[in-house]
């Protein structure tokens, strides 16, 4: 619903927007863009939306690492159970952006060997 209302509100226009810019320069299909934008906020929302497209390498890929990555609303989430310990906000949130990065490398690796 957070989505949907940011979409509406023009919120997440100019995140998709700045994404599907990137993606065409990368000679990716822009149609990423929307669900790589709502995937970073909500990665249940960004996977369905990439899922729309089709099955293929990028899909592969771009839902990979947002599953990998959780989605801000996730991060929020942990980051509310992790308040009463010693890890840092930030720390964290660095160490999922890697995380996702590496998941995303990894899968490209596979779907260069598998598709």
Known sequence: ?????AYDLQILKFGTIITQKILSI???NPEFGFGIASG???MTRG???I???GNNFFSLVFMSGLISFGGLSIILQS???LSGTKIKPLYFIFMKTIQA???TIIAIAV???FI
């Open 47 to 49: 996977c369905k939306e």
């Open 111 to 113: 779907g260069i060997l």
């Open 51 to 53: 899922a729309k497209i």
């Open 40 to 42: 970073i906020v909500e």
């Open 101 to 103: 990065v590496v998941t």
């Open 1 to 5: 619903m957070f989505i949907d209302m």
């Open 79 to 81: 980051l509310t159970f």
């Open 26 to 28: 990368l000679g990716i």
